[in-house]
């Protein structure tokens, strides 16, 4: 049971143009979301996170946006960097935090 | 610097031997957590430790043994149990169970 999905394995976005990666979740009991950023080889770096009780959160070029009632959250890049070339997971913490449920993630390009 | 070392990067077995991945962290952090990462598929988690002595089973903890006889160290066996072992193994800490996580490199995995 995938309870947290990311439905786009790829994204392509112009250098200097917005990047939206999205995360649908089932699990109305999730409260706190995370985004991690992944390179090839290497072990997820953490990004930002949000919890349930905000709809927004910013950090840089970096926001994320919750929307509840309808189970979909999503981060938002601007302006994209040639650096920001990685894969991108949404998570949330399941069972008292101490498992982390994380989607397929997105391979998002940054295109010079 | 305070991080999260894993080693080897690369590990290589033969059939039907058990071997043992390295997580060691200097963050002084409580918990600790193993995942592993197939490709196309989010990170699933397979043992967590919230102390020293302590740990529980995660999704796919078949074929899978740990230990945490101290705070910093965290090593992962793959028996000949598991079936499947290739695949990307990460380790991670928080300062405890419901802090964020973060990640070491990770080690890669082949059979021979």
């Known amino acids: 049971d995938q309870q947290v999905k990311q439905n786009s394995p790829s994204l392509s976005v112009q250098e200097g143009r917005i990047s939206i990666l999205n995360c649908d979740y089932t699990?109305?009991?999730?409260?706190?979301f995370l985004w991690y950023k992944k390179y090839p080889a290497e072990g997820p770096t953490f990004l930002i996170s949000?919890?349930?009780?905000?709809d927004k959160n910013e950090d840089g070029r970096f926001t994320v946006f919750l929307n509840k009632s309808a189970k979909h959250l999503s981060l938002h890049i601007v302006p994209s960097q040639p650096g920001d070339s990685a894969v991108y997971f949404c998570?949330?913490?399941?069972?008292?935090?101490?498992?982390?449920?994380f989607g397929q993630g997105t391979r998002l390009t940054i295109n010079p | 610097d305070g991080g999260i070392t894993q080693s080897p990067k690369y590990l290589f077995r033969k059939e039907g031997q058990n071997v043992t991945l390295s997580c060691e962290q200097n963050?002084?952090?409580?918990?600790m957590y193993w995942y592993r990462q197939d490709p196309g598929q989010g990170l699933r988690l397979i043992y967590y430790?919230?102390?020293?002595?302590?740990?529980q089973k995660g999704d796919i903890a078949e074929g899978y043994s740990v230990s945490r006889e101290k705070k910093e160290s965290f090593p992962l066996t793959v028996t000949s149990a598991q079936k499947n072992p290739t695949a990307f193994y990460l380790c991670?800490?928080?300062?405890?169970?419901?802090?964020?996580?973060?990640f070491g490199p990770g080690t890669r995995l082949l059979v021979l």
């Open positions: 963050l002084n952090h409580d918990a």
């Open positions: 699990n109305s009991m999730f409260d706190y």
């Open positions: 430790s919230q102390i020293v002595n302590d740990f």
């Open positions: 949000i919890s349930s009780i905000k």
């Open positions: 991670a800490s928080s300062t405890n169970l419901q802090e964020t996580q973060y």
């Open positions: 998570a949330a913490p399941f069972q008292g935090a101490q498992k982390l449920v």
